[in-house]
């Protein structure tokens, strides 16, 4: 026992929790004791001793944890282990519940935490759906309804598909590049261990006095800083999850730029590394925004500061000014990584090179500078200098183009290939290029301000939204994770099952959320608990198909659950594909290469007789393999 | 291909032109917005058309027939293509931009002798004041004659609000210590409401007005029977509302321990 209390793991880590809870509750108590005031301040803005243990007793976990030990002994000049692998690999199931530096546990980590929080963002949303199915006032009161849409977006956004998309690249990424791992492993598992962190604090608000944080996933100020005590957790927990999405940025953009394989040059990266290595560009560029929002509105609450305080020289619209300037990034930063993953599934599928690849690469980048200037339009209707309008107009019209050429290259990709369905990966990569594009027409649609002045923060919003995420991320993700299922498990998952978690995802998408485009332009605004009459019927149709839609999920983590353990040995490459990840067994060894590939060729050569995209280690070494040259071939016609 | 595209964006275009997206209409303002959202329908039915007819062609022209592991032609792009796709997308979204612009323009144009009406928001309700009557207040009910430009100007309390009438097609924020307004040209008599577009606390979903656009005369009449002015704790700027809040203290002898006035 003294043992176990000694070595990093849960005895300390819990442990640790209690003595950082501690420590700032009597911090707290011993100030306010110091300076004569009540000892407990229970205004809802305030709960000094609630939200300062809030920061502290994660940071006391994650010492004790583990996360700090090996930092901390180099910092003290006590020996360390440089070499030290005792965190790599899983071994048996424990190993997952360890802090574990290996980047492909730590990816499948990520993968299973953030579907345990789609799961549970999904039941809000379902609980949202059941008191929307009708009008009037059924199972939720309206002050619970404010926190339900709270709550489901940031869980949603925040802890699914940020971060699912960051473990999707944590698994394969490192390996695509023929790097033996990320380039800070310690960093790489600490920025997954934030994320649960985050998490609970975001659920646990359910139990704060006054409810969950209420303001909606943008808590707009003064509504925020006036909100009760949930809302802290929300501006805490925004902060742990925001630094785990830095912690990895970085670590992905150090790995990119140095940790490529001999050969590997920028024109050589499988897209998915250009769409991460973008993504990170704009991680690390926006993320602090929203950090600085946060603790600018926990400032205002808890220390009477006046950032958003009119009345004493702040500025409200200011607050949206900030938010915006990461939160219009974010939304590329939840799909740059989906384009990514749609180019690899639909090259492989359609046994042909990417359409137009330094374009796509090019878009991409293109996207990125865009992102930056066009945050002001979701305040077109906010009372912001006029003047700024026009010209984000013109910037996010244009953002329009970069996301067509993404379209248009897939679409030319399918062009003259041999397109095999059988997988269901390819399935929702097809499906997701109509939904998206509808989820972009409707974008472009709200970028008209005429148009945006009458439809801004109505239904057909909450429709444009589920159209890019859903239609969008979502069936990326699924994409994703149905297409590397079998190199992360060495099992191949059921085909059967994954059509009907299909075609049940895409009908219940469109049922479920086209409608809401009518309504809203109808007249039917956006976080409201209940509508007029003349909604009901669209609103019952809407319900219905959610209600499909969420039963259709339990489809697939059957799927993924029993396969995980049961299905039939997958082999190395299942899919036939050119790209690193697939040339190492199924799961890769430990530290993937024996022997770190040579990159000769495109990472899409397929139908070029001989060409090769890599050279693994322990092959005919000395052969000369011919260099393959991106070629424009014209057409056929 | 061609004519699929054509045939379905046709199709598409048609279908939905038939609705009438943004509901009925009520003011001057309207007209353009829904010219505006239709042009952008046809738009967009034909690109949607592009899209689904090259999915669709691809799949039934070079689905691999099972058993077949060969690859597909290496074809790694063609720049006549991709420049045409880079071009044409920007000449469409800089055209629907200019056409934004001048509907803005034309929508927002103010009138002479607009009617100025002060719109109130606060937790959950929204009061009117007509400064150019005396000042007096309506809560709950917004007056306003038919084929006036009104031009509203918009005040909040306490956190943003914002103003929406859906048959008028015009929405703006209230925002506190920030001075908004929304111009509106009511041209169609009736009853409808006002709904409060941006998320403001417990009461949103129910925070609604009557509005009731009425003839000149009708207008008048109704004007001159009200009698309440609008309250000084709802007074304009912020200085003017600090200034109140002062003399109210003052009235009441200053509130304990807040140090504002001495006694
Ligand atoms: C063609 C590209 C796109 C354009 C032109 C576009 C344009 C817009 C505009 C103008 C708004 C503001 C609507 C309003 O509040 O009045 C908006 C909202 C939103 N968009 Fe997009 N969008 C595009 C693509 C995307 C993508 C790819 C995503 C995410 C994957 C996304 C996610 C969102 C979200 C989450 C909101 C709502 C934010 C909120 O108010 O809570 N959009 N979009
Ligand atoms: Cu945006
Ligand atoms: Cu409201």
Redesign the interface.
Known sequence: MAAAIRQPGWYRGAIGLVLGAAFGFGLVIALRAISGLDLFQTEQTGYPHVVVPLITAPFGFLFGFGAFDYWFRWAAGKPTIPEDHSGHGAYSWKDYFKFNTDHKVIGTQYVVTTLFFFLIGGLLALLMRAELAQPGAQIVA??T??GLFSTHAVVMIFLFIIPVFAGLANYVLPLMIGAPDMAFPRLNALSFWLLPIAGLIFIGSFLAPGGAF???WTG?A??ST?APLGQSFFNIGVQFAGASSIATALNFLVTIITMRAPGMNLWRMPLLVWANLSTSLLVVGATPFVAGAQFMVFFDRILGMNFFN??EG????SYQHIFWFYSHPAVYIMMLPGFGIISEIISTH????V?????MALALIGIVVLSYSVWAHHMF???MFSWL??PI??TT??I??PT??K???W??T????????YSTAMLFA?AF??TF??GG?SG??LG????D??V???YFVVAHIHFVLFGGSVFTIFAGIYHWFPKMTGRMYDERLGRIHFWGTVIGTWLAFVPMH?IG???M?R????YATQYGDWNLLISVSAFALGAVQLVFLYNMIVSWRFGPKAGNNPW?ANSIEWQVTSPPPVFNFDEIPRVVGGPY????PG?RHAIMGGEDEGAEVPETK???????S | MVLAVLVLGVVQSVILLQ?D???EAAATEAA??DT??DV?VVI?SF??AI??V??GY??IK???KPG????????????K??II??II??II??G??G???A??DD?EKTDENALHVNAYAQQFAWTFGYPEDGNKWSEGVLHVPVNRQVIFD?QAQ???H?F?V??W??????????A?DAVVTPDKEGTYQL????????????MRAYVIVESEEKYEAWLSKQTTEVPTSLLKT?DE??EAEAKEQEESGGIEGSGVVEE
Not at chain 1, 527 to 530: F, M
Not at chain 1, 630 to 636: E, I, L
Not at chain 2, 200 to 206: F, L
């Open positions: 309206a002050s309804f404010n209420d303001a909606g707009y003064p509504l006036g009119f009345l702040g500025d409200v619209i359609a046994r042909k090179p359409f137009g690849y330094r374009l209707v906010a009372g309008r026009v107009m013109i019209l244009l329009a183009v067509g050429i379209v248009f290259s679409l030319g399918l062009f003259y290939g041999k397109i095999h369905t097809l290029i109509i594009t509808v027409i472009v649609m008209m301000i005429p148009i002045i009458h801004s923060d109505t009518w332009m109808d007249g605004p976080r409201v608990a209940d036939r050569e397929y139908g070029t060409a991106p070629s424009t071939v014209t057409a056929p | 609705f997206w943004f509901g353009p917005i505006m959202m952008t967009s690109i949607f899209v689904c090259a999915l691809a799949l070079w689905r691999a077949d592991e060969s690859d597909g032609l290496p074809i790694h792009g063609n720049t293509l991709e796709w880079t997308p920007v979204v800089l629907l931009g056409y934004s612009w509907v803005l929508i918009l306490d956190v943003i914002s929406w859906p048959e097609r015009i929405k703006k924020d209230a925002v506190p210590g920030l908004t709904v409060c577009a941006e998320l403001c606390g417990i009461g949103h979903t129910t912020k509302y600090l």
